[in-house]
């Protein structure tokens, strides 16, 4: 949901031309080149030894490194447990590591690096939408498979991208329907100024509107902003109920401690967040975040075995003080996904791959997940949870159940015309 320089999003429209010249150079022949040639061939995958590869596409560096830096790492554990177990179809995963150091066009240009030189069977990664808006051309022109982890605002699918992460029947409808419930009818948004935000908004808008709540005001400020102290003073005025932030990356750390500066505090104005989990929670301070409200599917202190076994092993891999969250949770999940669609597929061929994904199940330390095959989303346990001082969220409410993935809002008649 982000990007690496101060303003990304008016760099993007400035790398407009670069971007449209990566994804025409991604559609290029069995190796990224110059000559300009074109196919509609899907790019080939190398199986040819006892190892097969996979692309890990992250911000390593800039804005949205606070975030994706914890998704690589757990991308790495799932990829470590299953060539310990075996692999996959008899061949040893090998993982190769791309930063899209925050940066919609050098994640296009990363994707078709993967697809064409490293010939992956897969990649996993991005995180804002806007990234994955930029590379999703990139796969579906070379038919490569993406597994994108990261919860999103829907109204999108893709024949070659799987979501593991909640789309907006499974986040941010259950966050409103809890503020609703608790009385807190009157809201204000606050959103980092990109495609996820700005589209969210225009929902949550259209859902306000059915079900007697009221915006009382929507402000964004560009992604790696650190100056929100106008917002959280035109927040604190509107005497709102509640405020929804579609905030991302290190911009959260400065709104957070403006928001604290103006005398709010989440007894008098909580606010609901849908970006910020265990990692971000640690990065910005436990002291801002205390008693606020988030919207996932996962929490580190989701009960069950396999969470037990998921936590424990990554604290065992990277320091007792690192926490779980659930972008982290989503994609190690979408590597046992991917792992269990190939063998049931018996084929690392995405064609035979996505014909076998629909009704996969895992045992998810999220709990039970299922994909499903004509969406190519994932059945999801919605949660809400209360941030604590001692940096972790507890769940104070869920749905119950997994929800049926529903991008388009088809099941909503408040959101019809939306898409």
């Not at 010249?21 to 074109?38: Q, R």
């Not at 509640?242 to 505090?265: I, R």
């Not at 409200?293 to 580190?300: K, P, R």
Request: glycine content about 8%; proline content about 5%; overall charge positive.
């Amino acid at each position: 949901m982000s990007s690496g320089s101060r303003f990304p999003r008016r760099r993007f429209l400035a790398g407009g031309a670069a971007l449209a010249a990566v994804v025409a150079l991604s559609a290029c022949g069995a190796k990224t080149d110059a000559s300009g040639s074109s196919s509609d061939k899907a790019a080939k995958i190398d199986v040819s030894g006892d190892k097969v590869r996979v692309g890990l596409l992250n911000s390593l560096s800039g804005t949205m490194a606070i975030s994706e830096v914890t998704v690589r790492n757990s991308l790495l554990l799932a990829v470590d447990e299953i060539n310990a177990s075996g692999g996959v179809l008899g061949k040893k995963i090998e993982p190769v590591s791309e930063d899209g150091a925050s940066d919609w066009p050098t994640f296009a240009e990363k994707a078709a690096k993967l697809i064409k030189e490293d010939q992956v069977a897969a990649t996993f990664g991005c995180w804002t939408s806007a990234s994955r808006k930029a590379v999703k051309p990139v796969f579906e022109k070379n038919r490569s498979l993406l597994f994108y982890p990261v919860q999103y605002e829907g109204l999108e699918e893709s024949p070659y991208i799987f979501y593991t992460g909640a789309t907006t029947n499974q986040q941010i409808i259950p966050a409103l329907d809890y503020l609703k419930g608790q009385g807190l009818k009157k809201i204000y948004l606050v959103g980092s100024d990109y495609v996820f935000p700005r589209t969210a908004n225009k929902e949550i808008k259209a859902y306000a509107k059915a079900n007697g709540m009221t915006v009382l005001g929507e402000d964004y400020a560009p992604l790696g902003s650190t100056e929100f102290s106008t917002i959280a003073n035109k927040v604190k005025a509107s005497k709102a109920d509640a405020v929804f932030n579609t905030l991302n990356g290190d911009s959260n750390v400065a709104f957070f401690k403006e928001y604290k500066s103006a005398g709010l505090t989440a007894k008098s104005m909580p606010v609901v967040s849908v970006s910020i989990a265990e990692e971000e929670v640690k990065s910005i301070g436990p002291q801002y975040l205390a008693g606020q409200l988030t919207a996932w599917n996962y929490y580190q202190t989701t009960p069950g075995a396999a969470n037990e076994k998921f936590v424990k092993a990554y604290k065992a891999k990277y320091g007792a003080d690192k926490p779980t969250s659930d972008p982290m949770e989503a994609a190690y999940t979408s590597v046992y996904l991917w792992k269990a669609m190939v063998e049931k597929a018996k084929s690392f061929d995405p064609e035979k791959v996505k014909a076998a994904s629909d009704g996969i199940t895992f045992e998810a330390p999220e709990g039970k997940v299922t994909v499903d095959g004509a969406s190519q989303h994932i059945h999801k346990t919605a949660r809400i949870g209360k941030i604590g001082t001692d940096g972790l969220i507890t769940e104070v409410w869920n749905s119950g159940e997994p929800v049926k993935p529903d991008p388009f809002l088809k099941g909503y008649p408040w959101a019809a015309g939306l898409s």
